[in-house]
């Protein structure tokens, strides 16, 4: 996501999933692709490495199933610390449930076949 809208917009309406460590919430969007942000709070994780480790995660977990996800713009909020090694269990499965309530809410909410476009963050 690129702007401060984009993510005022997913926090005001959006649909939650959540695991053990994580929130996810989606949006659906008008570019035709899925799309990530993330809030990863120094509160959460004190030190930047592991802050910049469960980026790593929820980035690659996101890519595994961006080709089933709907156009929706993701949020993953960190809620708790997640015990090393354990950050992505069952965020595959919890983007695709924000995602498919996403679009169940918001049914006339455009859907695409875009290309994404990754970001160097």
């Not at 509160?43 to 995660?57: E, F, G, H, P, S």
């Not at 090393?84 to 498919?100: I, S, V």
Request: glycine share 4%; hydrophobic share 40%.
């Amino acid at each position: 996501m690129i702007s401060k809208a984009d993510f005022d917009r997913v926090f005001a309406e959006n649909q939650r999933a959540r695991t053990d460590y994580m929130m996810v919430m989606a949006h659906p969007n008008e570019v035709g692709y899925p799309r990530l942000g993330m809030v990863i709070a120094k509160r959460v994780l004190a030190r930047a490495v592991d802050r910049n480790r469960v980026k790593r995660c929820v980035r690659e977990s996101f890519r595994q199933v961006l080709p089933e996800l709907p156009a929706c713009d993701f949020v993953v909020r960190l809620i708790a610390k997640p015990v090393p090694g354990d950050e992505a269990r069952d965020l595959p499965r919890t983007f695709r449930r924000a995602g498919q309530r996403a679009t169940a809410k918001w049914p006339g909410a455009p859907t695409g076949t875009a290309e994404p476009e990754f970001s160097s963050n």
